[in-house]
């Protein structure tokens, strides 16, 4: 009877750990602020040379009812542009949802002081889009944080060569139309 509680007790130590982060119930409050992006991943077939090596912080704000919206800038032909979206719970503990339900974003809190995954699906021009980031509330990098991210990645079925880590910017200004 010994001799085999150890390899079960393994064999579920190993299986949690396996798992992803996770999900709890998410205080609106608790992920409101401005984000650094630490990494990411993304299943787009996008070569090296066209991931985006500079991004800006993302920012969360708690709005009415639950719902959360996410803000960034990117520049793209040499102009800047801004993306908000309006997430709405879904009922699942972290898991919002946007545009009619077409877009899915998890948010993972990870054991390692303020840094979080943001885990997104969705379609782009017809086609399943996934893609993941590691944020935190501060520029640096932590190791065990990064680790956990590339793990996550891993069972989501990225490869480790498809995580990278772009250099933090400030926000671009828009420019108005």
Same mark, same amino acid.
Request: net charge positive.
């Given at each position: ?49 066209? #991931?985006?090596?500079? %991004? *800006? &912080?993302?920012?969360?704000? +708690? ?8 803000? @960034? ?63 935190? #509330?501060?520029?640096? %990098? *932590? &190791?065990?944080?990064?680790? +956990? ?8 079925? @990225? ?19």
């Amino acid at each position: 009877m010994k001799a085999l509680f150890l390899p079960i007790a393994l064999s579920l130590l190993a299986a949690l750990k396996a798992q992803d982060p996770p999900s709890c119930p998410l205080e609106p409050q608790k992920i409101a602020g401005t984000w650094y992006v630490k990494a990411m991943v993304t299943d787009e077939r996008m070569p090296k040379e066209m #991931r985006p090596r500079k %991004v *800006s &912080p993302v920012t969360v704000t +708690a709005l009415g009812g639950g719902d959360l919206e996410v803000s @960034f800038t990117f520049v793209k032909e040499a102009r800047c542009h801004e993306k908000r979206l309006r997430m709405h719970p879904t009922g699942e503990p972290g898991k919002y949802s946007s545009n009619g339900s077409q877009k899915h974003m998890h948010i993972l809190e990870l054991p390692f002081g303020g840094h979080y995954i943001l885990y997104c699906q969705g379609q782009r021009q017809g086609k399943s889009v996934h893609m993941g980031k590691l944020i935190g #509330r501060n520029p640096d %990098v *932590s &190791p065990e944080a990064l680790e +956990a991210f590339k793990k996550f990645a891993q069972r989501k079925g @990225f490869s480790p060569e498809d995580v990278f880590t772009p250099e933090q910017t400030e926000s671009c200004e828009p420019e108005s139309d």
